[in-house]
Every structure is written in structure tokens, then in C-alpha cells.
């Protein structure tokens, strides 16, 4: 069936240092969304990507989404304790149902 | 505008119960989509309904069944719950019924089976 993976599904870094988390699917996808979620908190949007080999940042953050359409990454560089919480993606094969990655829990370190 | 909104947000039902959830899209937005978050199976898709339609459902039981009013608020229906059926559900409303539409989530309501 249809599905996304995402890894790793823990990430604990030391404040300053980067973090990655990785997405990716046997099959081409529509387009892929990210969200992050904060602890008792609900998913927040943060970007879609449709292109293929599209690059998009926010400040820190740096999506992208593979040539094929098959993966996606989001990269944070110099992580902020502002950073922690649970990161999703989210990918759309047709349609407007989407399938969700299980997510990369990111702790910071102080 | 208002954000997403759904009640209620915590509820304690029992084995056998039903349960009826709302959830009240932002102003203007038509799609409504419903979702199951646990923390051994991440977000699931439940089902998606637009112009009070059910466009595509998730692969869950027929125990899990939900509609959309004209207004485009939506209820989800669980009935005969069982203890798995413990889980934070989500709606997101997004403007129509495009993929590349920004899905905004709801604060959710927590349902605890016992």
C-alpha cells in the first residue's frame, strides 16, 4: 500500500548543532507537506513542496524534495531549544488524501 | 479569523459506548479531513468530506463513520469503541478540495477508552 517512512524517529542534539529528518516513499508522490507539533500540541503547517528537486527555506529550516519525487528532507541548522517537538511529513499521491510519515521527535539540548 | 475547532476536547467513554466528535472548519474552508493520532501508529488518515460528500476514507472499520453538514462543520461517529480506540483525533480544514490546499489542524479532542 501506499505509505511514507520517515526517520529517524528520535533526534536528540545539543543546542547549535544541526538536525535532519528524512522522508521518502516507493512511489512518486503529488507533493509532500511538513508540520511540526509542539508536546500536547497539534500539527502546525510549516511548507509544501510540489516541483521536483525543489529547495525551500524558512530561516533555519531547509526542505527539499528529491528529483523522482520519491523523498524529502527537512534540515534545521544551528537547532534553538524553539526547535523541539515532533516533525511530520506528509505526503499526497492523488487526491487530497495525504499520508503522514510517524514523525521525528527533536529534543534540544540546552 | 477563528481557527479550527473541535469538541469536545476530552472525553472518557467506556468499552461498547459511542461516541460523536465535532469539529468546526475555519470560515470559507469546504474540506474537512479526520485523523487518528497514537503514539504507536503516528497520524492515520480516517476520512476527507467536501460539499458534504465523503471523498476518500482511510482504512479503518465501518465502526468509524463521519458527516459533513452544509455549513461544512463535521461530526465523526465511533460506535461499539473498543480500548484501541484510545487516540488524539484531529480534523484539518483546508479551503477546497486541491492537495497543494495548506491543511490547518484543530487542537483535537482526546478520546480515552476504559
Known amino acids: 500500500g501506499q505509505q511514507v517512512m520517515q526517520i529517524p524517529q528520535y533526534q536528540h542534539v545539543q543546542e547549535g548543532e544541526d538536525f535532519t529528518t528524512y522522508c521518502n516513499s516507493s512511489?512518486?508522490?503529488?507533493?509532500i507537506q511538513w508540520y511540526k507539533q509542539r508536546p500536547g500540541g497539534h500539527p502546525v503547517f510549516l511548507i509544501q513542496?510540489?516541483?521536483?528537486?525543489e529547495v525551500k527555506k524558512q530561516k533555519r529550516l531547509t526542505f527539499q524534495f528529491g528529483e523522482a519525487k520519491k523523498n524529502s528532507s527537512l534540515h534545521i541548522t544551528a537547532t534553538q531549544t524553539t526547535d523541539v517537538g515532533t516533525y511530520f511529513c506528509a505526503g499526497s499521491f492523488t487526491g487530497n488524501q495525504f499520508y503522514f510519515g510517524t514523525g521525528t521527535s527533536l529534543t534540544v539540548i540546552p | 479569523k477563528a481557527g479550527v475547532t473541535q469538541t469536545p476536547r476530552y472525553l472518557i467513554k467506556t468499552r461498547g459506548q459511542q461516541v460523536t466528535l465535532s469539529c468546526s472548519p475555519i470560515s470559507g474552508h469546504r474540506s474537512v479531513s479526520w485523523y487518528q493520532q497514537t503514539p504507536g501508529q503516528g497520524l492515520q488518515f480516517l476520512f476527507e468530506y467536501f460539499s458534504e460528500t465523503q471523498r476518500n476514507k482511510g482504512n479503518f472499520p465501518g465502526r468509524f463513520s463521519g458527516r459533513q453538514f452544509s455549513n461544512s462543520r463535521s461530526e465523526m461517529n465511533v460506535s461499539t469503541l473498543e480500548l484501541g480506540d484510545s487516540a488524539l483525533y484531529l480534523c484539518a480544514s483546508s479551503l477546497n478540495q486541491q492537495s497543494t490546499d495548506t491543511q490547518y489542524f484543530g487542537p483535537g479532542t482526546r478520546l480515552t477508552v476504559l
Open positions: 512511489t512518486t508522490l503529488s507533493n
Open positions: 513542496l510540489v516541483k521536483s528537486g
